[in-house]
T-cell receptor
Framework: KNQVEQSPQSLIILEGKNCTLQ??????????LRWYKQDTGRGPVSLTI?????NTKSNGRYTATLDADTKQSSLHITASQLSDSASYIC????????????FGTGTQLKVEL | DGGITQSPKYLFRKEGQNVTLSCEQN?????MYWYRQDPGQGLRLIYY???????QKGDIAEGYSVSREKKESFPLTVTSAQKNPTAFYLC????????????????FGQGTRLTVV
């Protein structure tokens, strides 16, 4: 069964600090992996996308890494801001079948003063 | 502006009632999806559609129904058979590319929060 597991489940950090979120998946065959940011009560918004041939992708203060051999991804947030407080969801897409997506349960990040 | 629109934002349902959640997109996407989100859980797929007049059950389709009469629209009906309908519902759409391009990115609506009263 295709699964995506994220850790930690929740995280509290001080403003200005860095943090790293983890994602492990068992989706096969693999097509791409995306990280989404979801603010409370809103729909998720895509941050990065990586295919099996990409190791690193950056979007401002967000840097995602992918190890397709170990089926692990991480999202690193640099110099956190209060507005980074949100749920971060790892989503993996398999090939074929019309882009059916497998979602992780998300990491709830809270940035405090 | 291109995008995906869900309505209403908040919806209250009485016991035994059917309610319909609207989802419209003007992104010319072939695929549309309905997800349910509960606290502490990942998004779970209810139904998805890749083409007009065709749709497939997801992981938790019981108590729900959908239609895809137009490419732009994919309404979800929560029937009285759904015993625990209180949740946050998200609609999404995407292209049907090979997975290596932004065409396969799923764009989400802002969600509908359904509460049983």
């Amino acid at each position: 069964k295709n699964q995506v597991e994220q850790s930690p489940q929740s995280l509290i950090i001080l403003e200005g600090k860095n943090c790293t979120l983890q994602c492990n998946y068992t989706v096969s065959p693999f097509s791409n992996l995306r990280w989404y940011k979801q603010d409370t009560g809103r729909g998720p918004v895509s941050l990065t996308i990586m295919t099996f041939s990409e190791n690193t992708k950056s979007n401002g203060r967000y840097t995602a890494t992918l190890d397709a051999d170990t089926k692990q991804s991480s999202l690193h947030i640099t110099a956190s801001q209060l507005s980074d407080s949100a749920s971060y969801i790892c989503v993996v897409s398999g090939t074929g079948g019309g882009n059916k997506l497998t979602f992780g349960t998300g990491t709830q990040l809270k940035v405090e003063l | 502006d291109g995008g995906i629109t869900q309505s209403p934002k908040y919806l209250f349902r009485k016991e035994g009632q059917n309610v319909t959640l609207s989802c419209e997109q003007n992104l010319n996407h072939d695929a549309m999806y309905w997800y349910r989100q509960d606290p502490g859980q990942g998004l779970r797929l209810i139904y998805y559609s890749q083409i007009v007049n065709d749709f497939q059950k997801g992981d938790i389709a019981e108590g729900y129904s959908v239609s895809r009469e137009k490419k732009e629209s994919f309404p979800l009906t929560v029937t009285s058979a759904q015993k625990n309908p209180t949740a946050f519902y998200l609609c999404a759409s995407s292209g049907l590319g090979q997975g290596y391009s932004s065409d396969t990115e799923a764009f989400f609506g802002q969600g509908t929060r359904l509460t049983v009263v």
